[in-house]
């Protein structure tokens, strides 16, 4: 495997495109989330037959993280964007550092800085939603992985939010959350163009599968609903300070979309749907 040097790749990085910011807050959002998220992303994954993976947008080495626990033989060698991310990562996964198993690196997802064939499989996690060029970086995670590998991708599908009672604030602050990051160029409903995506950069296999992520009356455990509403206000929530410092929402919206997401951890007649997209590609 063939690792460039970082300063070659520096004039093509720019980290603009992500919504939610880079500060110690949101990263530590990140882990917590990471871990609410494991058992729906990770159902259909499989490395178990992989030596060396590589994940695009790897933030905070949040998803590493789960990978190395899940796969303890695994090594996985993780890109992303921004050095502020990559800083965190390299805190976060310094025990897997040390060890050899873990190789981290700033790059643009759409100029890896690796041979041909380097790796076999591919993890991309909540990433081509910011950016607007989800083929082309496609099209470079199938230059790097070799011939029969997967690539596992999980992407937004923000459409697909449906909460009742209705939420007349939150759907304000929704299309504003949405608009803004289609101004960014990126694509909040990503996930489902997954499989045109992967069939045009040319992977001879592709499976879409949804994920849905579902509160009704079925849970009933207090705790658990808390913790379901908390994990997606957060979420809904990250890009607020953003929104707010543009004055395109008003400190009085914010608080009346928290009042709303949070009656639903009471209210077991409430209905909260997320649906995410996964997307299995083989080289």
């Known amino acids: 495997m063939s690792v460039t040097c970082e300063s070659r790749l520096s004039a093509k990085i720019n980290t603009d495109g992500y919504i939610h910011g880079f500060t110690k807050t949101e990263q530590d959002r990140l882990i917590r989330q990471s871990t609410f998220f494991e058992p729906y992303i990770y159902t259909d994954i499989d490395f178990s037959k992989c030596s060396h993976i590589l994940e695009v947008g790897c933030g905070v080495g949040a998803q590493i993280q789960l990978l190395l626990r899940r796969w303890p033989h695994l090594k996985v060698t993780g890109i992303d964007i921004s050095q502020s991310q ?35 499989g591919a993890l991309v996690c909540f990433v081509l939603e910011h950016t607007s060029e989800p083929l082309t970086l496609l099209k470079e995670l199938k230059r790097i992985i070799q011939p029969g590998s997967q690539l596992y991708c999980t992407e937004a599908f923000n459409t697909s939010v449906y909460i009742y009672p209705p939420c007349p ?18 694509d909040p409903n990503v996930g489902v163009k997954l499989s045109n995506l992967a069939l045009k950069a040319d992977f001879w296999e592709a499976t879409l599968s949804y994920v849905p992520t579902h509160l009704d009356s079925r849970n009933k455990d207090v705790k658990q609903r808390e913790i379901f509403v908390n994990v997606w ?11 707010l410092a543009q004055n395109q929402i008003t400190p009085d919206l914010v608080e ?13 007649d409430s209905v909260f749907v997320y649906t995410l997209l996964q997307l299995k590609a083989r080289k």
């Open 86 to 120: 990559i800083n965190r990562a390299r805190e976060f996964l310094k025990p897997h550092i040390d060890s050899g198993r873990v190789s981290l690196h700033v790059s643009d997802g759409r100029y890896l800085p690796f041979a041909d064939n380097s790796f076999d």
């Open 169 to 186: 604030s939150f759907d304000n602050y929704w299309k504003i959350f949405n608009d803004y990051q289609k101004q960014l160029q990126g």
């Open 233 to 243: 206000t957060e979420c809904f929530l990250s890009v607020a300070p953003v929104l």
């Open 256 to 268: 009346k979309v928290k009042q709303e997401l949070h009656s639903i951890k009471s209210n077991q």
